[in-house]
T-cell receptor, first 117, second 112 residues
Framework: DAGVIQSPRHEVTEMGQEVTLRCKPI?????LFWYRQTMMRGLELLIY????????DSGMPEDRFSAKMPNASFSTLKIQPSEPRDSAVYFC???????????????FGSGTQLSVL | ELKVEQNPLFLSMQEGKNYTIYCNYS?????LYWYRQDPGKSLESLFV?????AVKQEGRLMASLDTKARLSTLHITAAVHDLSATYFC????????????FGKGTKLTVNP
């Protein structure tokens, strides 16, 4: 298995531009998570999906952020308009959580390093 | 709201020494995870602890869970340079729901 695949690996954009981050979870995983990592705040859960349905988006900072999961193999996290304070590493993770399995650890993608100038 | 605290946040140690990283959490949970992150890399799962008293070991690392004390420890035995990384603990919210809350991480540096 190729693992969780994120793209792009690096994104540099100017303030005000729209940014779209992409994630392909591991096949067969039914839960998908978007995390943001910064030095100041550590790893923050932004939103998670179960069976393609958003379950909890309470971590989404504000209306500029939106996430979708149109099918079991693809998710996007969009920031519009982007701001310098959005600069961070954004991780996508997937798991089999909610399927009654006990070892429901998260598998993380390589992350997208976002820099908003 | 579940809070997860790790200490220390920074740890510098010499090769061959032993040390323990602590992870405290604020509400009842019976699932705790340890992850490792190398600089500029993703997070790699180390251990999954699923019950009170659980102990897992791999190589020079040993993790344990005390759900009554809401405490997990990650013990490092005879540290080597390759263990230099940031270690995160993460706790399930009650009832095994999908939310996993992470501590801020412990940056470990093992010096020759």
């Amino acid at each position: 298995d190729a693992g969780v695949i994120q793209s792009p690996r690096h994104e540099v954009t100017e303030m005000g531009q729209e940014v779209t981050l992409r994630c392909k979870p591991i096949s067969g995983h039914n839960s998908l998570f978007w995390y943001r990592q910064t030095m100041m705040r550590g790893l923050e859960l932004l939103i998670y999906f179960n069976n393609n349905v958003p379950i909890d988006d309470s971590g989404m900072p504000e209306d500029r952020f939106s996430a979708k999961m149109p099918n079991a193999s693809f998710s996007t996290l969009k920031i519009q308009p982007s701001e310098p304070r959005d600069s961070a590493v954004y991780f996508c993770a997937s798991s089999t959580r909610g399927q009654g399995k006990t070892n429901e650890k998260l598998f993380f993608g390589s992350g997208t390093q976002l820099s908003v100038l | 709201e579940l809070k997860v605290e790790q200490n220390p946040l920074f740890l510098s140690m010499q090769e061959g020494k032993n040390y323990t990283i602590y992870c405290n959490y604020s509400t009842t949970s019976d699932r705790l995870y340890w992850y490792r992150q190398d600089p500029g890399k993703s997070l790699e799962s180390l251990f999954v602890l699923l019950s009170n008293g659980a102990v897992k070991q791999e190589g020079r690392l040993m993790a344990s869970l005390d759900t009554k004390a809401r405490l997990s420890t990650l013990h490092i035995t005879a540290a080597v340079h390759d263990l230099s990384a940031t270690y995160f603990c993460a706790v399930d919210t009650q009832g095994g729901s999908e939310k996993l809350v992470f501590g801020k991480g412990t940056k470990l540096t093992v010096n020759p």
